[in-house]
T-cell receptor, first 116, second 109 residues
């Protein structure tokens, strides 16, 4: 059973470009979460999505950041007009739909975004 | 929001030593997870432990929810245990995990 998959693993963008990060949840998982880890810091929650719905985006910056989880295909985190401060590791996690496991989250390997 | 504090922030051990990492949280939680972030940056699930005690090999964890803390025990440490250990909690009504700032462990041969 494949784990959470993220691509690309490393992404370099120049200031002002767009970054698109992809996440495929574990098989059978329908809940996806995105977290950001700045250098030497812990992870910070950004957004929680179910298929075709954003459930909680309280951690998303108000501008330039958006997320989606379409009916078909991976979840996408999109950052428009990147700035140097966006350089970070972006982690995706998924959890099963059942409450029996307390919605335990499993993390992907992360995408390391570098803005030059 | 909920506060999560981990101690110690840094820990250096000799191979074979035992250690205890602590996680305190400021409010009631219904999910607590421990993770190991290895030197390559990958997050590995160690325990899902909202209450009680669990053991997995040389690692064990205990959460005392009523007193708002959790402990992670590492016995007979190995160099491969090096990395950062994170505690993360979830409060009722939300799915987001709130992470502590981690304990950075270095195990020396």
């Amino acid at each position: 059973n494949a784990g959470v998959m993220q691509n690309p693993r490393h992404l370099v963008r120049r200031r002002g470009q767009e970054a698109r990060l992809r996440c495929s949840p574990m098989k059978g998982h329908s809940h996806v979460y995105w977290y950001r880890q700045l250098p030497e810091e812990g992870l910070k929650f950004m957004v929680y999505l179910q298929k075709e719905n954003i459930i909680d985006e309280s951690g998303m910056p108000k501008e330039r950041f958006s997320a989606e989880f379409p009916k078909e295909g991976p979840s996408i985190l999109r950052i428009q007009q990147v700035v140097r401060g966006d350089s970070a590791a972006y982690f995706c996690a998924s959890s099963p739909p059942s409450a029996s496991t307390g919605y335990e989250q499993y993390f992907g390997p992360g995408t390391r975004l570098t803005v030059t | 929001g909920i506060q999560v504090e981990q101690s110690p922030p840094d820990l250096i051990l000799q191979e074979g030593a035992n250690s205890t990492l602590r996680c305190n949280f400021s409010d009631s939680v219904n999910n607590l997870q421990w993770f190991h972030q290895n030197p390559w940056g990958q997050l590995i699930n160690l325990f899902y432990i909202p209450s009680g005690t669990k053991q997995n090999g040389r690692l064990s964890a205990t959460t005392v929810a009523t007193e708002r803390y959790s402990l992670l025990y590492i016995s007979s440490s190995q160099t491969t245990d090096s990395g950062v250990y994170f505690c993360a909690v979830k409060v009722r009504g939300r799915r987001a995990l709130t992470f502590g700032s981690g304990t950075r462990l270095q195990v020396q041969p």
